[in-house]
């Protein structure tokens, strides 16, 4: 795991409680993402009282279900100043279930840019201006109930932070061969936490003793723990599916050798 210098104790903290969850069935299909979470970012509703730090998805519900060796997942969100001036950001990670656990699961990587990411014709979102990594988190890195606190440049109004957040499987033929990967789901959360640099200093907002809508998995829940130090929270859930694309490649070359 790689990380800059634990942020420094904030003093005026600027709160907006953003909690969300989306938890996937198991499919062996694409990846499952509506037509508008597609197209554009979309505003996370908040649950807690309004606040100055506002956080958008895109996706929106994230929500992957199939992940699979060599196929990456890119989770876009983007953090931007509502009725505030300038402030500054730190991150934090959440990471539970057994796919997140398994010795082959889930690194997942955040970087930031200081421009939109595209999304054009590249396997990857591209960044063009600022490109940062903030951090990487292995399988061996147990984050599910804590994680170092990552401070990013400092939140101006008009000027949004731009995150990634890249969800990867080891891409290997031992681990699309492994039957111990398949299927398996995890949760994965990123807290945010705005501090005021100047303005009127805000109260943070209380968190809440249960997270709506999850029903599946205990480790997520416990990301609540956090909201008293973050501004958002942003969850998804993933199901882990065995890469199809070789099985299907290996098929073709076969039944062109059988035509020859």
Same mark, same amino acid.
């Given at each position: 795991m790689r990380h800059s210098p634990r942020a420094t104790p904030p003093s005026r903290t600027v709160t907006a409680l953003i909690a969300v969850a989306s938890f996937a069935s198991l499919t062996l299909g694409a990846l499952f993402l509506s037509e508008s979470a597609q197209a554009a970012f979309i505003d996370v509703p908040e649950t807690g009282l309004p606040g100055t730090l506002v956080l958008s998805s895109d996706p929106y519900p994230a929500v992957f279900t199939d992940l699979s060796p060599g196929d990456p997942a890119f989770w876009r969100i983007d953090a931007r100043l509502?009725? $505030?001036?300038?402030?500054?950001?730190?991150?934090?990670?959440?990471?539970?279930? +057994? %796919?997140?656990?398994? +010795?082959?699961? %889930?690194?997942?990587?955040?970087?930031?840019?200081?421009? +939109?990411?595209?999304?054009?014709?590249?396997? $990857? +979102?591209?960044?063009s201006n600022g490109l940062a990594r903030i951090a990487v988190f292995t399988p061996a890195d147990d984050i599910s109930s804590s994680s170092p606190s990552f401070e990013l440049r400092p939140l101006v109004a008009g000027s949004p932070e731009h995150l990634l957040v890249t969800l990867a499987v080891e891409d290997s033929a031992a681990a699309r061969a492994d039957d111990t990967l398949m299927g398996l789901r995890g949760t994965l959360g990123i807290g945010l936490t705005a501090t005021a640099v100047d303005g009127a200093p805000i109260t943070p907002i209380p968190p809440r003793p249960t997270l709506p809508g999850t029903g599946t998995d205990a480790a997520f829940t416990g990301l609540l723990a956090l909201v008293a130090l973050t501004a958002g929270i942003l969850g998804l859930a993933l199901a882990l599916t065995r890469r199809r694309r070789s099985l299907e490649r290996d098929t073709a070359v076969s039944h062109d050798s059988e035509g020859t």
């Open positions: 509502d009725d $505030a001036e300038s402030a500054t950001l730190t991150l934090e990670a959440r990471q539970g279930g +057994p %796919v997140a656990r398994h +010795p082959r699961g %889930v690194t997942m990587t955040i970087d930031r840019c200081s421009e +939109p990411w595209s999304t054009g014709d590249a396997a $990857a +979102p591209q960044c």
